[in-house]
């Protein structure tokens, strides 16, 4: 599979406990976003990567939130102490060059 | 915020109907996008069309772009129970780099 690849899937937590997500692009992409999705919206961005480069965040990344890619390739996004809104499904998309932008299944975050 | 707005909201066809979508948007883009997402999983790329194209085409799909009235639309024809899905426009603004921009998506449904 070349796809965009997500770990885990699903993800229950307990409020404030720490939770990280994974990302493996495509590999010859050297774009990688991060969305968050909750139910019956749009996705909405959160940050950005080019190659290891963070290059944009958005307001919606509060202190909690940390991502990262360290050797350009794949990613992890981080939320620690989560709280309840941070329920949501957290979607990974690579581009090369920000065109066609590929999305992964994504990974559902519940917090009890 | 969501730059892209679809209408409608939501749309119940038969099969074999087409089903016709639209997305509007309010800055310059670059290019704009139309995606599908079944129920909690991710999202998969449809088409993308260029903001210098006003029409393209990809098997049963047919996107059009009008970029006086900031607008686009999304043609399934010979609509089939599978198209059931949300389908998302998502614009890729002139200024933003390569963030993509959701709306809040047309869930459509394709009775047999």
């Known amino acids: 599979d070349t796809g965009v690849s997500q770990n885990p899937r699903h993800k229950i937590t307990k409020r404030g406990q720490n939770v990280t997500f994974r990302c493996d692009p495509i590999s010859e992409h050297n774009r990688l976003y991060w969305y968050r999705q909750t139910l019956g919206q749009g996705p909405e961005f959160l940050t950005y990567?080019?190659?290891?480069?963070?290059?944009?965040k958005s307001r919606l990344l509060s202190d909690r939130f940390s991502a990262e890619r360290p050797k350009g390739s794949f990613s992890t996004l981080e939320i620690q102490r989560t709280e309840q809104g941070d329920s949501a499904m957290y979607l990974c998309a690579s581009s090369l060059w920000g065109l066609n932008a590929f999305f992964g299944q994504g990974t559902r975050l519940t917090v009890v | 915020s969501q730059q892209g707005e679809e209408d409608p909201q939501a749309l119940s066809i038969q099969e074999g109907e087409n089903a016709t979508m639209n997305c509007s948007y309010k800055?310059?883009?670059?290019?704009l996008q139309w995606y599908r997402q079944n129920s909690g999983r991710g999202l998969v790329h449809l088409i993308l069309i260029r903001s210098n194209e006003r029409e393209k085409h990809s098997g049963r799909l047919r996107v059009t772009l009008d970029t006086s009235k900031k607008s686009s639309s999304l043609l399934i024809t010979a609509s089939r129970a599978a198209d059931t899905a949300s389908y998302f426009c998502a614009t890729d603004k002139e200024t933003s780099g390569s963030r993509l921009t959701f709306g809040e998506g047309t869930q459509l449904t394709v009775n047999p």
């Open positions: 800055t310059s883009i670059n290019n």
């Open positions: 990567f080019q190659n290891e480069a963070q290059l944009e």
